[in-house]
C-alpha cells in the first residue's frame, strides 16, 4: 500500500530537514568559534548568545503566536534564519569573520527559533487528532534529535573538515525546502477567533501585555505544569553547563580531533531517536509522572559517568542514555501541555516554558564555561548532577489523577 503524504506528514518532513540544517549548524557554531578564539568563555557564549531571545523576549512571543496564523510565523522566520546563515557564509567567503559577527549571527538564529519553536509546539495539535498527540510527538522528537543530534553534527564536523563554509550552505539549503514543504500545508492554522483583539499598534501592544499575563496566571494555578516548568528549568541548567563546554571535553579531556566532536554528539544521539519512537507505549505502561521522574534520573546518571571518566566507550553510552531520557522527558512534557492548556492559550503555555528552559541553558552555558575556566573542563558536568537530582524529587511528589497512565 502506499504511503499517504498526509499533512502531517509533509509537516513531519520539513520539520526534519529544518533541524537537520540546525544540527549541522549546531555543530559548525562553536568550531568557528575556535577558528578566531581559544576562550573557553567566548566558546561557551556562543549557544549562550542563541538562547538570549528567551530572555529578553520569551514571554511575550506566545502571546504573539496565538493571535498570528502559524505557518505563516513559521515561513517568515525560517526566511529570515536562511539569510542570516547565508550571509555568514559570505563572512567566511570573503575573510571577514569575526567572533562578534558569530554572536549576532547566532542571536538572530536564536530569535528565529524562538519564534519557530513557539509556533511549532502549537501548530501539532492542528494536525493530528488528540488520540495521536503523544504518537506525533514522538515522531517529531526523534526526527528532530535525528537532525539536532544524530545526522547534523556528524554532518556538520564532516563538512566543516571539507571546507569552512558547507555547514553554513547546508543549512540555508535546509531552511529553503522546509519553507516550499510548509507552503503545502492546509490552511488550519489560523488563529482562534476574539472579538477583543485590536487593530492598532498600540492596542496590539496593550493587548499582547494583557494576554501573557492571562497566561502567567493560568500557568501559576495550575500546579502539575507549574512544578514542571520549575523542573525543566533545573534540567537546563545542567544540560547547557555541560553541552556549552563539551567540545572541550572532547578535544581536551577525550584528547581527540576536534571533527570527532559532530560524530560523538551524533553517536549519543542513537538514543534519543529510539525514545522518540517508544515513547507513547512506555508512558501508557509507566504513567506521565514516572516517565518525567525517571528520565531525570536517567540523565543525572549519565551526567555523573559522563563527568568521572576520560574514556571514550564510556563517553558514548553516557551520551547515548542521556539523550534517550532527555527525550523522553521532552515529548512527556510536550503532551503534557497540549492538553491541559485552555483553547487559544497554548502559545503562551509554550513560550513560558519554553522561555524558562532556553534561559535555563543559556544561564548554564555561560556557567559551564566560568567553571570549565576557573576548575576545570569536567566540573560543570559534574556540578550539573546536583540541579538534575532536585529536579526529580520535585516531579515525585504526590500528583493529581492527570498524571495517571489513562491519560497519559
Known amino acids: ?27 559548525a557554531f562553536p568550531l568557528l568559534a575556535l577558528t578566531v578564539t581559544d576562550s573557553p568563555a567566548a566558546i561557551a557564549a556562543v549557544p549562550a548568545v542563541q538562547g538570549l531571545p528567551w530572555i529578553v523576549l520569551g514571554l511575550g512571543v506566545g502571546a504573539l503566536v496565538d493571535r498570528w496564523d502559524l505557518r505563516r ?55 493530528v487528532e488528540p488520540a495521536e498527540l ?3 510527538n514522538g515522531r517529531i522528537v526523534a526526527t528532530r534529535i535525528l537532525g539536532d543530534e544524530l545526522a547534523g553534527p556528524a554532518l556538520g564536523g564532516w563538512l566543516f573538515g571539507v571546507a569552512t563554509v558547507l555547514p553554513l550552505a547546508f543549512n540555508a539549503s535546509g531552511f529553503g525546502i522546509s519553507i516550499l514543504l510548509l507552503l503545502t500545508l492546509p490552511s488550519v492554522f489560523a488563529p482562534h477567533s476574539r472579538p477583543d483583539r485590536p487593530t492598532t499598534v498600540g492596542g496590539v501592544i496593550a493587548a499582547t501585555g494583557r494576554e501573557m499575563r492571562e497566561g502567567l496566571r493560568w500557568l501559576r494555578g495550575d500546579r502539575d505544569v507549574r512544578n514542571l516548568t520549575v523542573a525543566v528549568a533545573l534540567v537546563a541548567v545542567a544540560d547547557g553547563a555541560y553541552l556549552a563546554i563539551l567540545v572541550l571535553y ?21 538514543g534519543g531517536v529510539i525514545a522518540g519512537a517508544l515513547c507513547a507505549r512506555l508512558t501508557v505502561w509507566a504513567g506521565t509522572q514516572r516517565m518525567l521522574t525517571g528520565s531525570i534520573v536517567v540523565m543525572a546518571g549519565c551526567q555523573l559517568l559522563l563527568g568521572l571518566t576520560s574514556n571514550i566507550a564510556c563517553t558514548i553510552v553516557a551520551l547515548t542514555c542521556s539523550s534517550a ?20 492559550m497554548l502559545g503562551r503555555v509554550n513560550s513560558a516554558y519554553l522561555t524558562v528552559a532556553r534561559s535555563a541553558d543559556a544561564t548554564g552555558a555561560l556557567a559551564g564555561g566560568a567553571l570549565a575556566a576557573a576548575i576545570s573542563i569536567q566540573a560543570p558536568i559534574l556540578i550539573g548532577v546536583l540541579p538534575m537530582l532536585v529536579a526529580a524529587t520535585l516531579l515525585g511528589r504526590p500528583k493529581d489523577p492527570a498524571w495517571s497512565p489513562a491519560t497519559a
Open 134 to 136: 503523544q504518537k506525533a
Open 250 to 270: 572532547v578535544t581536551r579531556v577525550l584528547e581527540l580531533p576536534e571533527a570527532t566532536y559532530g560524530f560523538l554528539l551524533g553517536a549519543g544521539a542513537i
Open 325 to 344: 531520557a532527555f527525550a523522553s522527558f521532552n515529548i512527556t512534557a510536550m503532551t503534557m501541555r497540549q492538553r491541559r492548556s485552555p483553547a487559544g
Open 1 to 27: 500500500m502506499a504511503l499517504t503524504f498526509t499533512p502531517f506528514r509533509r509537516y513531519w518532513l520539513s520539520s526534519f530537514l529544518a533541524d537537520l540544517g540546525d544540527g549541522v549548524r549546531f555543530a
Open 73 to 127: 510565523t513559521m515561513v517568515t522566520v525560517d526566511v529570515l534564519r536562511a539569510l542570516v546563515v547565508a550571509g555568514l557564509a559570505g563572512s567566511v567567503l570573503t575573510g571577514t569573520l569575526t567572533l562578534p559577527l558569530i554572536f549576532a549571527a547566532a542571536f538572530v538564529t536564536g530569535l528565529g527559533a524562538m519564534i519557530h519553536d513557539t509556533a511549532a509546539a502549537t501548530a501539532v495539535p492542528r494536525l
